[in-house]
C-alpha cells in the first residue's frame, strides 16, 4: 500500500468509484481509493439502478446525461462489456394538469441541455406501456433514454479503467481515523497503515457520518429503509418481443421496471422508516433490512390498480436497503464546508442513475477549483448551521414519501419548520404574515388576506397576484417595512482589511468611511463566484474600525470558506461572521426617510446622508446600523440591528409609520420590484459559468487596478468574446412568468436560457433575466419562450425599465 499520494477517495460504491476514475480522467492518476470491505458492498449492490435524464435543473440533466453517456460507452467496451439497458424508455405519470404543466416546463429546461421529453397523453402512455391501466390518468413525460445498468459491473468497469490510468484500489482497508496538518494536508489511518495525502474524499455512502467525525463535522445526510419486489415471470412481458419502460408513479408512489420477464417494483410508502440514527453496526456489510411488507400494503394497491397484471403474479425476492437522504434530496458533491482539502460525494438518493456525473463533477472541482457546470445545488454549502440529524431525518422523511413529486413554485413543504426564526417571526405571523424558507430562516413572503388562505400551486400567476401587487404599490407611494432575516455579514477587522478585499473584488472597493460599495469577486477562472456590500464602518464604541462584507444568505458558508482559503500567511485581516446575530429591518418608500427620521435622532436628508452611506444610531432604544442602499429602486435604508433589540427597533419603526401609512411587504414584492430595476440574484442570474462581462457587470470591473483572483483568467476569456450575455426580457404573455431554465427558441434551435422571471408590477411588464446567444443579445431582438410548453414572445429591452436613471433610489 502506499504511504504517500495526492487523493484518497473513501467508500467503493458509485460515488468513489467514479470520482477515482473522473480524477484519472482529468491527470490526476497518483490517487487512491480506500473500501472498507468490498466495493459496491453498502448500498451499491442492492440499487435498483434506474438511469433517467430526468432533472430538476439543468445542472442535474446535464450531469444524468453525462452518466448516460458513460454508461453506453463502457457496456460497449470490447475487453469489458457491462449489462446497461439503454433506451427502454421512462414514462412519469399524472393525474393532474397541474402535474402536466410542470412537466411542460421540465421539457423546456432540458432541451436547453439537448435532451428532449415528450409531454404524452394516458392513451400514449398506455399503448408504450401496455401493462397499466388509463383510469385516474391524464398523461405522463416520456424519457426516450430511460434504463437501468448491473450496479457491481458497473462500479467494476470504472476501477477498472480507474487502475489502467494508475490508481490504486485497497479492498478490505477500513478507515480508523483522519488527521489534518497545519499546512492542510492529511494522514488517513487504517488498520493496514497510514497514507499521506493533500486531499480527502468523503463517499461513504450511509456511513458518511462515520468519517466525518473523523474530520470533526456533520453532514446532513440521512438513511431511509426502501423496499422492491421482484415478481416471478409475467407472460404479457415474455410476450411483448420488446422491453417494457420504467414507469414511475405520483399517484401511487411506486415505481418499475423490467428485471428478467418480471418486475422490478418499488415503493415510496407514507409510513416510512428512518434507518442507521443511532449507529449501525460495523459488520452490516452486504446485508439488508428486515422485510417490512405491511408498510408497502396501501402503495400495493395503488400498484395493483394501476396495473392489474400485478394480481396474477407470485413475488420470489423482498429487498430492503438504506438509501440516503439530504435536506432536500439532492447530493452533497464539492467542498466541505469550514475545512481544506476535504470534499464529499454522499447523499446519492439516486446514487446509479447519476454517479457517473456527480464524479465527473467533482473530479473536476478538486483539480481545477470549478467545474464546467455551476454546481449550487449540490454544494455542501447549501446547508449551513441549521442542518443537524433532527431535521436531516425529518426532511428526509417528508422527501421519500414526495419521490416522485416535484416541487412547485413557491411550494414551501412543512417538514422541520420553523428552523431559524427570530424574535419577530411570531409577531409577522400574527400580522398575517405567509413564510418562506431561505437558508433555513422563516422570511415573510407575502402577508395573507385571511388566515386559511392558501394560493394554489401553479406555474402560472397564482392568487397571490393582486396581493404582491398592493404591496409594491405601497412602497411605490408611501412606506413599507419588511425583515430580512439571515443576511450573511462578515465584519472584517486588522490593518490589511481594504486591501484583502481589494484582491478579492473585481473592482474598486471603497475605503471612505461612512460609505457602502456593491461588487464581485470572480474565481481563479475569472467566472462569478460572489457578489457582496461592503460597509466602512468608523471606530466607535461598537467596534474598531471595520468592513461590513453582506452577501445573500444562502451564501453564509460558501463566501466565508472563500475568504479564509485566501489570506495570506502574516496578513492582518480578522473575519468574524455577525450572520445569526443580527437582522436588516428593510424601510422602503418615499416616505421612508420621514419614518426613519421620526424615530432616529441625526439629520437623515439626501445632504447629510445620501445613496451608499452608512450610519451609526439608534432607532428608538434599539442600537442600529443604517444603510441607504435599495433593492427594490425606490429611496430606501438597510436597518441592520442586533436580535435582542429587533423588536424594539420594529415597534419604533411601525409606532412613526403610522401616521405615514406604513404598511409590511415580503420577499414576493421585493423580487418584482428587482426585476423591473434589473438586479440580480445570486445562483440564480450570477453562476460560475459566466464572466462579469458576460452577466453585464462591465462597470464593476477595474482591469487596469492591479491584481485581484481571476484577472488573468479574465483577460484570457475578453480576447476570446462572450460565449452568451445575459439580457433583460419582456415576455408577452401575461398567463405565467418565464421559469428558470426555461429555454428561449429561435425556430427549432435554442438560443437562450431564462435565469428569473417575475411580473413588474410597476411597468405592467412581464420581465425575465437569460443568458443568450450573443447575436441574439440587442434591444430588440425577439425569439420565443418555450412557457410550459407553449410559444410566447420574447422581445430584449433595455435594462431597468423602471426608473432606468435610479433617480427615485437617490431621492
Known amino acids: 500500500m502506499k504511504s504517500r499520494t495526492k487523493v484518497v477517495v473513501i467508500g467503493g460504491g458509485i460515488a468513489g468509484c467514479s470520482t477515482l476514475y473522473h480524477l484519472t480522467q482529468e491527470g490526476w492518476t497518483d490517487v487512491v481509493l480506500v473500501e472498507r470491505n468490498e466495493l459496491t458492498s453498502g448500498t451499491t449492490w442492492h440499487s435498483a439502478a434506474q438511469v433517467t435524464n430526468f432533472g430538476m435543473n439543468q445542472t442535474m440533466v446535464g450531469l444524468k446525461t453525462h452518466s448516460i453517456q458513460l454508461y453506453k460507452e463502457l457496456a460497449e467496451d470490447p475487453d469489458y462489456p457491462i449489462n446497461y439497458h439503454h433506451g427502454d424508455g421512462g414514462i412519469r405519470l399524472a393525474n393532474t394538469e397541474a402535474q402536466m404543466q410542470g412537466y411542460r416546463h421540465f421539457t423546456s429546461m432540458a432541451r436547453g441541455m439537448d435532451v428532449h421529453f415528450e409531454v404524452i397523453d394516458a392513451e400514449e402512455c398506455a399503448r408504450r406501456h401496455p401493462l397499466i391501466s388509463t383510469e385516474n390518468l391524464i398523461g405522463g413525460l416520456w424519457d426516450p433514454m430511460d434504463g ?164 396474477e403474479v407470485g413475488v420470489h425476492t423482498v429487498v430492503n436497503g438504506p438509501i440516503t437522504y439530504t435536506i432536500d434530496g439532492a447530493p452533497l458533491v464539492g467542498p466541505i464546508p469550514g475545512k481544506r482539502n476535504a470534499f464529499c460525494i454522499i447523499g446519492l438518493r439516486a446514487g446509479l442513475g447519476e454517479g457517473g456525473g456527480h464524479g465527473w463533477l467533482l473530479a473536476q472541482q478538486i483539480v481545477h477549483g470549478e467545474a464546467s457546470y455551476d454546481t449550487w445545488c449540490l454544494d455542501p454549502r447549501r446547508f449551513t448551521g441549521h442542518a443537524n440529524v433532527e431535521l436531516t431525518a425529518l426532511k428526509a422523511i417528508e422527501d421519500y414519501q414526495n419521490e416522485f413529486r416535484f416541487h412547485f413554485p413557491h411550494e414551501h413543504r412543512p417538514a422541520g419548520r420553523p428552523a431559524k426564526t427570530t424574535p419577530l417571526t411570531p409577531v ?195 442600537p442600529a446600523t443604517v444603510m441607504g442602499v435599495s433593492f427594490s429602486g425606490e429611496l430606501a435604508y438597510e436597518i441592520h440591528v442586533p436580535n435582542a433589540s429587533l423588536y424594539a427597533a420594529y415597534l419604533a419603526l411601525r409606532q412613526a409609520g403610522e401616521t405615514h401609512g406604513l404598511k409590511l411587504f415580503g420577499a414576493r414584492a421585493v423580487e418584482s420590484m428587482r426585476m423591473e430595476k434589473s438586479f440580480m440574484h445570486w445562483k440564480a442570474d450570477l453562476i460560475t459559468e459566466f464572466d462579469p462581462f458576460e452577466t453585464g457587470l462591465d462597470r464593476f470591473v477595474k482591469l487596469d487596478k492591479g491584481a485581484f483572483i481571476g484577472r488573468d483568467a479574465l483577460l484570457a476569456r475578453q480576447a476570446v468574446g462572450p460565449q452568451k450575455k445575459l439580457v433583460v426580457m419582456q415576455i408577452h404573455e401575461t398567463q405565467r412568468p418565464a421559469h428558470p431554465g426555461a429555454s428561449l427558441l429561435r425556430g427549432d434551435q435554442v438560443v437562450g436560457t431564462v435565469t428569473s422571471g417575475d411580473w413588474g408590477h410597476r411597468t405592467g411588464l412581464n420581465l425575465a ?11 430588440g431582438a425577439d425569439m420565443e419562450l418555450d412557457s410550459c410548453g407553449q410559444r410566447v414572445r420574447a422581445t430584449v429591452i433595455p435594462p431597468s425599465p423602471y426608473d432606468p436613471g435610479f433617480e427615485r433610489m437617490k431621492a
Open 148 to 311: 437501468d445498468i448491473d450496479p457491481a459491473q458497473l462500479c467494476q468497469a470504472l476501477a477498472r479503467r480507474a487502475r489502467k490510468a494508475g490508481a490504486e484500489v485497497y479492498r478490505n482497508t477500513p478507515v480508523t481515523a483522519l488527521t489534518q496538518h497545519s499546512d492542510d494536508t492529511w494522514t488517513v489511518h487504517t488498520e493496514h497503515g497510514d497514507i499521506d495525502c493533500d486531499i480527502v474524499v468523503n463517499a461513504c455512502g450511509y456511513r458518511v457520518n462515520e468519517v466525518g467525525a473523523m474530520m470533526g463535522v456533520h453532514h446532513p445526510v440521512a438513511s431511509m429503509e426502501h423496499q422492491y419486489f421482484l415478481t416471478e415471470e409475467i407472460p404479457a412481458i415474455r410476450d411483448a418481443g420488446h422491453r417494457m419502460p420504467l414507469l414511475r408513479c405520483p399517484i401511487s408512489d411506486y415505481y418499475c421496471r423490467q428485471e428478467k420477464n418480471g418486475l422490478l417494483l418499488g415503493f415510496y410508502e407514507q409510513d416510512c422508516k428512518t434507518w442507521g440514527m443511532d449507529g449501525i453496526d460495523p459488520n452490516f456489510v452486504n446485508a439488508l433490512c428486515p422485510d417490512d411488507l405491511d408498510r408497502v400494503t396501501d402503495v400495493l394497491e395503488g400498484a395493483f390498480a394501476r396495473m392489474p397484471a400485478l394480481m
Open 769 to 779: 433575466h437569460a443568458f443568450v446567444d450573443p447575436e441574439q443579445s440587442e434591444v
Open 428 to 622: 409577522l405571523a400574527a400580522e398575517g404574515a405567509a413564510f418562506t424558507v431561505i437558508n433555513g430562516w422563516e422570511r415573510v413572503e407575502y402577508i395573507k388576506p385571511s388566515p386559511d388562505f392558501s394560493p394554489t400551486l401553479s406555474f402560472d400567476f397564482d392568487e397571490t397576484f393582486d396581493l404582491i401587487a398592493d404591496e409594491v404599490a405601497n412602497v411605490q407611494t408611501g412606506v413599507g417595512l419588511a425583515e430580512v432575516n439571515g443576511f450573511n455579514r462578515i465584519e472584517v477587522t486588522g490593518t490589511d482589511r481594504h486591501s484583502f478585499l481589494d484582491r478579492m473584488f473585481c473592482g474598486t472597493v471603497t475605503r471612505r468611511d461612512g460609505r457602502v460599495g456593491l461588487g464581485y469577486l470572480l474565481n481563479h477562472h475569472g467566472m462569478v463566484k460572489a457578489e457582496a456590500t461592503v460597509a466602512n464602518l468608523p471606530a466607535s464604541d461598537r467596534g474598531p474600525d471595520r468592513l461590513w462584507y453582506g452577501s445573500a444568505a444562502a451564501s453564509e458558508f460558501h463566501d466565508m470558506d472563500w475568504l479564509t482559503q485566501h489570506m495570506r500567511v502574516g496578513e492582518d485581516v480578522h473575519l468574524r461572521s455577525l450572520t445569526n446575530e443580527q437582522t436588516i429591518l428593510v424601510l422602503a418608500g418615499p416616505k421612508a426617510r420621514d419614518v426613519l427620521s421620526a424615530c432616529a435622532r441625526g439629520d437623515w436628508s439626501a445632504t447629510a446622508f445620501p445613496w451608499l452611506s452608512v450610519r451609526e444610531c439608534f432607532v428608538g432604544i434599539a
